[in-house]
């Protein structure tokens, strides 16, 4: 079947369809993961966003049930060079095409992703339609052109749990899969605020010794305190931090009251909530292999990322330090408080996929607990 991909600017490209027959609007985006296409598909930071995969073979090692990150598929289109039909992989029990036409989600292949990738490297990341039934480019155009822009959504209610809940999955293992951890052998509670968390951060949290209690995006400080957990986690999402207004007053009520981890989303509400600003990023940082240098060892770790806003650091004026920064764009990774137990970083520290350099971020929010308990 036909496809085609009309971007807001006018620019068409004509491809063919897998996954679900339709019509879909989002930010268009790219992601040069050479790997880890079910993890990028199930990770709700791509809410309203439709992802392009740099790497040019997509599917070959089909769809399992462990490799998910989220409840469910949040992204509104996926774009590839080359999808491939035939998997294999010991793990894999249905195809790709199969898992998108599951979740109601519109793909196109067979288009130069390539061409694709360097306009919205040139131009910007920007709005556009995947169509399997409308074929008229001056129709797609006018519908890519009346999509909200993502700057100014609140996407990050839309992805959020409904209600609290306990999490003890650790880290998967080669002979037994994902263990159920002992709730009694976990030394520090963690109140674990989701914005569209990813589960390899709750099993990096589990695996650290924490004791995790998920609570919706607009839980009430007051409510958290009243667990009195040993440290406030702050996770990933959709969308623009700006228009969280609510969210952030509740985080100024946490500040100064236990130690805070935040993680992309969650590091620029943090930024926010300590009185800084955030903006939009030309066509932002997707993928599993971004150098950040580590400001306190100055160390450099190759790093997951998937964004679109940053954190202004000169808008945070005396009240934090730069923690991490991005070695391509110079963009701020992170951010430590000058006197409080409380840091953040932008990129994904759990990977999943991508590398597990960042990984010792775990270790180091659970010793602001053990010092400030």
């Given at each position: 079947?036909?496809?085609?991909?009309?971007?807001?600017?006018?620019?068409?490209?004509?491809?063919?369809?897998?996954?679900?027959?339709?019509?879909?609007?989002?930010?268009?985006?790219?992601?040069?993961?050479?790997?880890?296409?079910?993890?990028?598909?199930?990770?709700?930071?791509?809410?309203?966003?439709?992802?392009?995969?740099?790497?040019?073979?997509?599917?070959?090692?089909?769809?399992?049930?462990?490799?998910?990150?989220?409840?469910?598929?949040?992204?509104?289109?996926?774009?590839?060079?080359?999808?491939?039909?035939?998997?294999?992989?010991?793990?894999?029990?249905?195809?790709?095409?199969?898992?998108?036409?599951?979740?109601?989600?519109?793909?196109?292949?067979?288009?130069?992703?390539?061409?694709?990738?360097?306009?919205?490297?040139?131009?910007?990341?920007?709005?556009?339609?995947?169509?399997?039934?409308?074929?008229?480019?001056?129709?797609?155009?006018?519908?890519?052109?009346?999509?909200?822009?993502?700057?100014?959504?609140?996407?990050?209610?839309?992805?959020?749990?409904?209600?609290?809940?306990?999490?003890?999955?650790?880290?998967?293992?080669?002979?037994?899969?994902?263990?159920?951890?002992?709730?009694?052998?976990?030394?520090?509670?963690?109140?674990?605020?989701?914005?569209?968390?990813?589960?390899?951060?709750?099993?990096?949290?589990?695996?650290?010794g924490c004791d995790v209690t998920v609570v919706p995006a607009t839980f009430k400080a007051e409510d958290a305190l009243a667990m009195n957990p040993d440290g406030i986690f702050l996770s990933n999402g959709p969308g623009d931090p700006e228009p969280l207004v609510m969210v952030?007053?509740?985080?100024?009520?946490?500040?100064?009251?236990?130690?805070?981890?935040?993680?992309?989303?969650?590091?620029?509400?943090?930024?926010?909530?300590?009185?800084?600003?955030?903006?939009?990023?030309?066509?932002?940082?997707?993928?599993?292999?971004?150098?950040?240098?580590?400001?306190?060892?100055?160390?450099?770790?190759?790093?997951?990322?998937?964004?679109?806003?940053?954190?202004?650091?000169?808008?945070?004026?005396?009240?934090?330090?730069?923690?991490?920064?991005?070695?391509?764009?110079q963009t701020v990774e992170g951010i430590r408080h000058c006197s409080l137990p409380i840091f953040s970083v932008q990129h994904h520290p759990e990977a999943s996929p991508g590398p597990h350099d960042s990984q010792y971020l775990f270790s180091r929010f659970v010793e602001l607990?053990?010092?400030?308990?």
């Open positions: 079947m036909k496809a085609v991909l009309a971007l807001a600017d006018g620019r068409i490209f004509e491809g063919k369809s897998f996954g679900a027959p339709g019509e879909s609007t989002g930010e268009v985006v790219f992601n040069t993961a050479m790997s880890g296409y079910q993890e990028v598909l199930t990770d709700p930071s791509y809410k309203g966003q439709m992802v392009t995969m740099t790497y040019t073979q997509i599917g070959n090692t089909g769809v399992n049930p462990e490799d998910v990150e989220s409840r469910g598929l949040f992204l509104s289109g996926f774009i590839v060079r080359e999808y491939m039909e035939c998997y294999s992989n010991w793990r894999a029990t249905m195809s790709l095409d199969a898992y998108l036409k599951e979740n109601g989600v519109v793909g196109i292949h067979g288009i130069d992703t390539r061409a694709l990738t360097r306009h919205l490297r040139d131009k910007g990341s920007q709005n556009g339609i995947i169509s399997t039934s409308d074929f008229n480019h001056e129709s797609l155009v006018a519908k890519a052109r009346a999509i909200p822009s993502m700057a100014g959504l609140d996407l990050a209610s839309e992805v959020s749990c409904d209600k609290p809940y306990h999490w003890t999955e650790g880290l998967w293992d080669l002979a037994g899969g994902y263990p159920q951890v002992d709730p009694a052998s976990l030394k520090y509670k963690v109140v674990a605020y989701d914005f569209g968390i990813k589960y390899n951060i709750l099993r990096c949290l589990v695996d650290a952030q007053e509740e985080l100024r009520k946490l500040i100064g009251k236990k130690p805070i981890f935040g993680i992309c989303l969650g590091h620029q509400l943090l930024g926010l909530a300590l009185g800084g600003k955030t903006m939009k990023l030309p066509f932002g940082n997707h993928g599993s292999n971004l150098p950040v240098m580590d400001m306190a060892t100055r160390k450099v770790e190759i790093t997951a990322q998937n964004h679109g806003f940053a954190v202004d650091l000169d808008s945070l004026g005396d009240a934090a330090c730069l923690g991490h920064e991005n070695l391509n764009d607990m053990e010092k400030n308990r």
